[in-house]
């Protein structure tokens, strides 16, 4: 049997939320140990657009009323860590844009004049025009308005092998787990047969959050999934975009994000109303149909004669939605020693931490002293799907 184990915080699940949780914890003294069970980041992590939200989008459809200031400083926290001097060192990690745009290709909509008028946007947007469009825009046919938000673009996959680096030697790959007992309690989590003991056990695994509720005899919080169907498109003629693209209904009718292939070329990786019900609706001979009329009608000089086009289905695991669940929130459930969430957004990460730090801290969980952990096997990092899928 191999060598039981003991930690503060034993946390499963390595997406954003584990892997920000874990460097966290051990940046104030926590022993920890992350378990994955497949890749790290693999799950929606490495898949999302990793735009970093500051909330200007809600404003859209009036869902931000400005008395949840999380999501409108997660562009700060992120930035602070990404020079070096905030809450976790992530000096290394690829910026890929320091800001996203919202784009509105024909006259000022309605919409958008409400989005304006929103307290939540009011100094956080800035028109641009010529030399400062982004450059996939910046054409003599280009006709449309453009703003500036003040939210980042980063690459999801140096992210995660950064967090993966301050994880130092707790991590785990183990694809068993059941719980252990002591005296009717959870006392910590039998993984592929290793006893580990812990102060607190964090859930953090994403969709697989569920099962491993069940696993362990809950039933809540109780879970949703709301699937997407992403397009992706390489091609040699495509300059980075970063941007919201505004159609007359309350979500983006699309939203393109840019990201560097190991071949040199972009690829551009496009969400929004494209990848929701409709789009879901479609195979993918039809998705990328659809995708590639929406290129053409918004930017017909763009070549994409030699593109490569692929779609990637994925779903979005977020506690099932009640009245109390705001979008520009993290979730946390508790249940004696064992606390369950999701953070809902990848920028919503140092918020889901808030809430686990906040938790210990109201119980006296404080670190302790462990042996040190032996070598273990290690998960390996998630890679970009355009290149598994694009290659
Ligand atoms: P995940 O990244 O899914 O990680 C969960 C991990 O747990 C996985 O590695 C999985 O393998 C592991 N796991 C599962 N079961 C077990 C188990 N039993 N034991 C051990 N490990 C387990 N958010 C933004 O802020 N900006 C964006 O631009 C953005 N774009 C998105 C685009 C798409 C297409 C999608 C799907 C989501 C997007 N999101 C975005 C949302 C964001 O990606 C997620 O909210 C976030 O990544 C969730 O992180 P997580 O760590 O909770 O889950």
């Not at 992590?45 to 009036?62: E, F, N, P, R």
């Not at 929406?294 to 017909?300: D, F, N, T, V």
């Not at 508790?334 to 920028?347: C, D, F, Q, S, Y």
Request: net charge neutral.
């Amino acid at each position: 049997m191999p060598q039981p184990l003991s930690t503060d915080v034993l946390i499963l699940g390595g997406g954003i939320a584990g892997l920000w949780l874990n460097a966290s914890l051990r940046r104030q003294g926590f022993a920890t140990l992350l378990v994955e069970n497949a890749s790290l980041g693999g799950g929606q992590s490495v898949k999302s657009q990793g735009i970093i939200h500051g909330g200007a989008k809600y404003a859209l459809h009036g869902a931000l009323t400005g008395a949840s200031e999380a999501i409108a400083d997660m562009p700060r926290r992120w930035r602070e860590a990404l020079a070096g001097n905030g809450e976790l060192d992530l000096t290394g990690v690829r910026l890929l844009s320091d800001a996203h745009y919202l784009w509105s290709p024909g006259t000022l909509a309605g919409n958008l004049t409400s989005f304006f008028a929103s307290k939540a946007v009011r100094g956080r947007v800035d028109q641009v025009k010529g030399d400062a469009l982004p450059p996939a825009l910046q054409h003599p046919k280009f006709k449309g308005k453009v703003y500036r938000l003040a939210e980042l673009v980063l690459d999801v996959p140096s992210l995660i092998a950064r967090l993966a680096d301050l994880a130092g030697d707790g991590l785990l790959a183990a694809r068993e787990v059941e719980p252990l007992l002591e005296e009717g309690l959870l006392a910590g989590l039998r993984l592929d047969g290793r006893e580990v003991r812990a102060q607190r056990i964090v859930l953090s695994a994403g969709a697989g959050n569920q099962a491993l509720l069940h696993a362990l005899g809950l039933q809540q919080p109780a879970m949703q999934r709301r699937p997407l169907h992403m397009v992706m498109v390489k091609a040699p003629s495509l300059k980075p975009l970063y941007a919201h693209c505004l159609g007359g209904g309350p979500k983006p009718r699309v939203t393109v994000t840019s990201h560097p292939a190991a071949d040199g070329q972009w690829v551009w990786y496009l969400g929004g109303d494209l990848a929701e019900a409709d789009g879901v609706a479609r195979n993918e001979t039809e998705q990328i149909a659809a995708a590639e009329q929406e290129l053409r009608q918004l930017l017909p000089w763009i070549d994409l004669s030699a593109a490569q086009w692929a779609t990637l289905r994925v779903d979005r695991a977020e506690p099932a939605q009640s009245g109390l669940v705001r979008p520009d929130n993290a979730f946390l459930s508790e249940h004696g020693r064992l606390l369950v969430g999701w953070p809902t957004k990848l920028a919503l990460a140092p918020d889901f931490t808030d809430r686990v730090l906040a938790a210990l801290a109201r119980d006296g969980v404080a670190p302790s002293s462990h042996a040190p952990l032996p070598a273990l096997p290690r998960p390996p990092l998630a890679q970009p799907a355009w290149e598994e899928l694009l290659g």
